[in-house]
């Protein structure tokens, strides 16, 4: 949730062209909110899986403290007031936008896919990818090449992030019948694929700088954050430990992976800033 809104704040900030202070604080919070509306949802269709796996049984659902038709209302409601607040604050392609960021997280990534195929993240991640477009769009009313690519890069992003949480936690995932890819796969395809797609990311997070669209602040800083997260996957990848306990390299890089996005967007929004 943190990353979505960070993200859905750089895009906005990133974006050329001035905002007025109160309308960009409602376009995040639209963002933010749509972001919750579109968890609450996740939770109500799933609080059976929830109930089966540790680090979500404690959820409001499973245990106990609001009822599934009560999440139900409160996700659409909040689903709703979230893309008329943006149309009213931004406009008709931000809104829209947040919109099909709600609808592809709940019916494509959480009723169709996740308990289904294990490729549940990576066509799923794109439901994370959307929010640097909403704050780009609720700025400039346009999508171009910058935001695009800010959208290739956390829909890359996701599968090695969720792929590295998810081997040190399949167990959950094994004893709620989700077929994640270490479930389906074994854990050293796993770690390979996470390896393979960091490949993509990387040059997704550089192109910016190379075609021109950021300056030396951004192209420096991903440069240097890519390196470590390559670094961190090559040792993933070169693990041979099964137990969740011996799985440093795998928790190492899901820690980084979060601080990576964080610093990278960040350094896009001082880039252009600075530079512009």
């Avoid at 895009?11 to 062209?17: E, I, Q, S």
């Avoid at 909110?33 to 979500?56: F, I, P, S, V």
């Avoid at 004893?175 to 797609?197: D, E, F, H, K, W």
Wanted: proline share 5%.
């Amino acid at each position: 949730m943190s990353l979505v809104v960070f993200t859905g704040l750089c895009g906005l900030l990133a974006a050329p062209g001035p905002v007025h202070p109160v309308l960009g604080f409602t376009a995040v919070l639209c963002i933010a909110l749509g972001a919750g509306a579109a968890g609450a949802l996740n939770q109500w269709y799933e609080a059976d899986l929830d109930a089966k796996m540790k680090r979500t049984a404690n959820r409001p659902l499973p245990a106990g403290r609001m009822s599934r038709q009560t999440a139900l209302h409160f996700g659409v409601g909040l689903a709703v007031f979230s893309v008329i607040l943006m149309d009213l604050a931004a406009n008709h392609l931000a809104a829209a936008v947040l919109a099909v960021s709600i609808l592809f997280y709940v019916l494509v990534y959480t009723v169709w896919l996740k308990r289904r195929t294990a490729q549940n993240i990576v066509i799923g991640g794109a439901a994370g990818a959307f929010p640097p477009l909403i704050g780009w769009a609720a700025v400039t009313g346009d999508v171009t090449t910058l935001p695009i690519l800010l959208f290739a890069i956390i829909f890359l992003w996701t599968p090695p992030h969720f792929w590295a949480l998810s081997l040190f936690v399949r167990t959950d995932y094994a004893n709620a019948g989700v077929p994640m890819l270490p479930v389906v796969a074994g854990i050293g395809s796993t770690r390979r694929q996470i390896l393979l797609y960091t490949l993509p990311m990387i040059a997704a997070a550089i192109a910016p700088w190379a075609l021109g669209l950021t300056g030396w602040i951004y192209g420096a800083a991903s440069v240097a954050l890519n390196a470590v997260f390559f670094t961190l996957a090559f040792a993933v990848a070169a693990n041979k430990a099964t137990e969740a306990k011996a799985m440093g390299p795998e928790k190492k890089l899901f820690a980084f992976s979060i601080l990576y996005l964080f610093a990278l967007f960040a350094a896009l929004v001082v880039d252009r800033w600075v530079i512009a």
